[in-house]
Every structure is written in structure tokens, then in C-alpha cells.
């Protein structure tokens, strides 16, 4: 199983250089970063996990600027975002940073995508909420007609795009839906990514053979869905489990902190990566 691991980087964290650096030096498989362009102070939507929202939503770093950064100082960790908050960016602007990060990378990118929580947000992005979720499908559609092969147009509810010379192109274009188990998620999933962010992973024993069905029906080939739990606070016990769920790869959640706390944080989670986090 491979063993990732995300991080709230922020101004006041270690950098992301450092970080990267750290990671593939012990042997970890990818660094995953979240979005949040702002929060507005004006706040009705109530944190997710309850309580006051932590200080690092907002300072949170630019995924694709510090991924780009983590990319410069790597040749092996894996890169993406979890999560991408779709809806609350131009597509064009945005198929062309995933392809130049994922060409630079040498291929290492996956988009880890959702379609947030914080209606404050993405209102000021313009984002009509009840239709979110039919936006963000619409804009992968745009984006992925944008990486064809050959110039391809596309028209959509929410935007279009004339066949166009767009390069670079992804080198492997995998793509994962974070969100709650259901109906309307699994049909994201089916339909336009190569599988599912469950964040924390709870629930995955009932909800995975929900999933693998409805992939099936959708006509995707049963052998190429990828399930990644993801913000995982690890115990032997739960990755055990996964494993026996035919899980490849797990993310876990790191303190939004400086070096002393992070470094502590993956000593603990050396002893979960493969080679024991020597790297070898």
C-alpha cells in the first residue's frame, strides 16, 4: 500500500520545499494540498467538522504554485490537490495548470477534485450553489475536451470552448471526486474520474461495493477504479482494513505546522510506509 500524506501549508508551516524533499527522501508516495482561495469573515456555513474553523483555512498556500514548488526538488513524490474546488475557477485557465504541472512533473499530478462546503466562498467566485455540483461536471467536461488529442470543441450549460490548440497536454490525467458517499457523488465518479477521495474513510465497507456496482453498470472496467481514503489519522488496525478492501494507496493527515511537528508527525508515519520510511 502506498502511503501519502496531506498538509494545510500555509505562511506560517513548513515550506513546501522542505517538505517535499523530507517526503521522498522517507520514502512516502505523494504530497496531497487542499484550496481555499478566502474565507469570508461574514461566516453562516458551519464548519463541517464542527466547532471553530481552524486558523489554517485561512492562510492556506496556493496548491498549484507550492506543487509546482515541491514538483522543482522531486524526481519521484506524487503530486495533487485534495481538493481542487472546481466551481470556483475559469476552466481553461485551469486545464492549462494541470497540464503544465503534470507535464513539468514528468506525470506525478492527480486532481483531486470536489465540490466545497463553504457557501461564503463560492459565492464571491460567482457560484450559484444548488447548481455546483452540474457546474463542476460541466467544467470537466470543458477541461477534458481541452487535453483530447486533437482540437475539440465543446458547448455546455455553464461555458464552451471552440476546438482549440491546447499544449501541454496531462501525461496521465487521473482524476478523483472527494465527497460524501451516494447516489449523485457515484455518478460523478462514474462518469468523468478515475475514482474516489472519501475523506477520513469511514463507512468504506459499506459503501465501496455501492461504488463498485454502480461502475460497473456505468461500463468502466472493474480493475481500473481507485479508491484513496484521504485526511486519515492512521492506526495499524485501519490500514489493515483497507488493504483487505483492495485500497493501494492511503493518504494521511498531517498538523498544519513547522518542521519540529511535522518531522515528529512522519516519524510516527515512517512505520506505515512500505520500506519502513528509509526510502530504499
Known amino acids: 500500500m502506498r502511503i501519502s500524506v496531506t498538509i494545510f501549508l500555509t505562511d506560517e508551516t513548513i ?52 506543487l509546482g514548488q515541491a514538483a522543482a526538488v522531486t524526481e519521484r513524490l506524487g503530486l495533487g490537490t485534495g481538493i481542487t474546488l472546481v466551481a470556483q475557477h475559469d476552466p481553461i485557465d485551469l486545464a492549462k495548470q494541470i497540464a503544465t504541472l503534470d507535464h513539468l512533473s514528468g506525470g506525478r ?9 463553504n457557501v461564503e466562498e463560492a459565492a464571491d467566485h460567482g457560484v450559484e450553489w444548488r447548481t455546483r455540483r452540474e457546474l463542476v461536471r460541466d467544467r470537466m467536461a470543458l477541461m477534458q475536451a481541452l487535453w483530447a ?9 455553464f461555458g464552451s470552448v471552440r476546438a482549440s490548440h491546447a499544449h501541454p497536454k496531462p501525461v496521465r490525467k487521473r482524476t478523483l471526486v472527494g465527497g460524501a458517499a451516494g447516489p449523485k457523488l457515484f455518478s460523478h465518479i462514474c462518469e468523468y474520474a478515475d475514482g474516489w477521495l472519501p475523506i477520513g474513510g469511514r463507512g468504506l465497507t459499506e459503501s465501496l461495493p455501492v461504488l463498485r456496482a454502480a461502475w460497473s453498470d456505468a461500463g468502466r472496467d472493474p480493475a481500473a477504479l481507485q479508491v ?7 492506526t495499524p488496525g485501519k490500514l489493515a482494513h483497507y488493504a483487505e478492501l483492495g485500497i493501494e494507496e492511503v493518504v494521511l493527515q498531517l498538523p498544519s505546522a513547522g518542521e519540529g511537528e511535522t518531522f515528529k508527525a512522519l516519524d510516527e508515519y515512517a512505520r506505515y510506509v512500505p520500506d519502513g520510511g528509509s526510502g530504499v
Request: charge should be negative; glycine fraction near 12%; charged fraction near 20%.
Open 15 to 66: 515550506t513546501p520545499t522542505r517538505l517535499a524533499r523530507e517526503l521522498e527522501a522517507r520514502g512516502f508516495a505523494g504530497l496531497y494540498l487542499p484550496e481555499h482561495t478566502h474565507i469570508p469573515v461574514e461566516r453562516v456555513t458551519p464548519y463541517p467538522a464542527g466547532g471553530e474553523l481552524p486558523r489554517e483555512y485561512g492562510r492556506t498556500l496556493d496548491p498549484f504554485v507550492a
Open 109 to 117: 499530478f492527480t486532481l483531486g477534485l470536489g465540490f466545497g462546503w
Open 149 to 157: 488529442d486533437e482540437p475539440t470543441a465543446y458547448e455546455g450549460e
Open 228 to 234: 484513496v481514503p484521504y485526511a486519515v489519522l492512521p
